[in-house]
């Protein structure tokens, strides 16, 4: 009798200068594969954008990001994605960069263009998308405490060394949650 195949969930933690999409099997929280999702834009290529270069440069992010994550999902063909979404930013003023200042969010409209423009190429590819609201990483606080920071050996689930940043661990609790 033939095995059936391990459910796949790809988890996507957008970011707003970078991300991380991570291939998870459904039943046992594996962590079958990583992707960090970056963008690297020309200097003198904005300098050169007539028009808005903020937006232009906002719209050749998207591009780019979509790209590697689309590269990553014909790869690994996910039977769902969990995107993170933030419809419900709005709500928060101030966030706090890493040297624990608080500023305010002003670019974050940044990150739902890139989630349209990869949800709009992922929808070619007839996988189907969830996007969770942010507040769900709420109920994963205890095990991303653990995965921060350096460790070389599984803490929570198989191959969780590989979460090696924090949207890697994000993406995770996405498609976990999915």
Known sequence: MPTQKPIT?????????????????KDSGKVLAIERLYSQINKQRKEATPGDANFTESMHRAKMISDKLLGFVVMHKPRLIAVESFVDFGSQKKMTNKAGGAFFAKDRWKVPMTIGYFSAELERLRIPIIYSNAQILRQYTD?????????TEDIISPNDHL?????????SCHADWA
């Open 9 to 25: 969930i790809c988890g996507v933690d957008p970011g707003l200068a970078a991300g991380g999409a991570v291939l998870i099997e």
């Open 143 to 151: 095990e991303i405490s653990l995965l921060t920071g350096t460790h």
């Open 163 to 171: 979460l090696t940043n924090d949207h890697l661990i994000k993406a």
